[in-house]
Nanobody
Framework: QVQLVESGGGLVQAGGSLRLSCAASGRTFSRYDMGWFRQAPGKEREFVATISWSGGRTYYANSVKGRFTPSRDNAKNTVYLQMNSLKPEDTAVYYC?????????????????WGQGTQVTVSS
């Protein structure tokens, strides 16, 4: 079992930055690939970025490429999402998720554990 708790959301002006954190419980955190997803009001949950268990592989949605960067510290059981050059369309609840696997996964169905989400609001 892995429990995930996100933090770091908030209100920011367009062009600003935020760093989200996702703290995980469990001794096997380092074996899990981690994903970030988001869900805006009235929209489906969408993939944002993923980072492999070692941190050696990352993959991004086109909408955030060049602006968002996932990272992780396995010693602290924490994964991060650095978000720069934020836009109003980035406004959403952001979720971290964990999965065991060897391939990049961009679909929510492939993730086994989810956090409760943290709200990010970008004002214009």
């Amino acid at each position: 079992q892995v429990q995930l708790v996100e933090s770091g959301g908030g209100l920011v002006q367009a062009g600003g930055s935020l760093r989200l954190s996702c703290a995980a419980s469990g001794r096997t955190f380092s074996r899990y690939d981690m994903g970030w997803f988001r869900q805006a009001p009235g929209k489906e949950r969408e993939f944002v970025a993923t980072i492999s268990w070692s941190g050696g592989r990352t993959y991004y949605a086109n909408s955030v490429k060049g602006r968002f960067t996932p990272s992780r510290d396995n010693a602290k059981n924490t994964v991060y999402l650095q978000m720069n050059s934020l836009k109003p369309e980035d406004t959403a609840v952001y979720y971290c998720a964990a999965r065991r696997g060897t391939a990049v996964a961009t679909e929510a169905v492939f993730y086994d554990y989810w956090g409760q989400g943290t709200q990010v609001t970008v004002s214009s």
